[in-house]
């Protein structure tokens, strides 16, 4: 996992943490911090594993670990933080040896991660494991977080 560990000591990737954790500081609802980018991961991994999916480890967690790390921009100038993302993303992959195929992968499924009709398994893992990722059930916020506007319903378990 030493790609991994590279992203999450990326210069550019702290500095996006930090500029979403002060966009976010005054937010009622799920934050997009690093307990959020580690869960994502992790329950990639597991859906990956559960499915028998053939999916490689480092993939799995860069995606997580990177899917929301373009949300400051949507709050800064109201770029989509998937597209930013994506592009942030990009940048990272490149500079800890992922090749180019293995960061299309990535890119892609980040870019598509809030759509919900999955565009390759991949990126369907990651909208699941992302909406897993939040505790709804026990939110003092679901009263009038967006998620549910539209009439879904909350979920605890996988
Ligand atoms: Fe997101
Ligand atoms: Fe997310």
């Known amino acids: 996992m030493k790609r991994i560990n590279d992203i999450l000591n990326d210069p550019e990737y702290l500095l996006c943490v930090n500029r979403i954790r002060a966009a976010e500081a005054d937010r009622i609802y799920c934050r997009h911090d690093p307990a959020h980018f580690l869960d994502v991961a992790r329950l990639a991994r597991i859906?990956?594993?559960e499915e028998n999916f053939d999916a490689d480890k480092e993939l799995l967690y860069a995606m997580g670990l990177l899917h929301d790390i373009g949300r400051h921009t949507e709050y800064e100038n109201g770029t989509d933080?998937?597209?930013a993302?994506?592009?942030i993303a990009e940048k990272i992959l490149a500079r800890h040896g992922f090749t180019k195929t293995e960061r299309e992968t990535i890119t892609e499924a980040?870019?598509?991660h809030r759509a919900g009709s999955a565009a390759s398994p991949l990126a369907d893992i990651l909208y699941r494991a992302d909406k897993l990722s939040r505790n709804c059930v026990l939110c003092d916020a679901a009263a009038t977080c967006k998620r549910f506007q539209n009439g879904e319903k909350a979920f605890l378990l996988y």
């Open 47 to 49: 859906i990956a594993l």
């Open 81 to 83: 933080h998937a597209i």
């Open 85 to 87: 993302g994506s592009k």
């Open 110 to 112: 980040i870019e598509d």
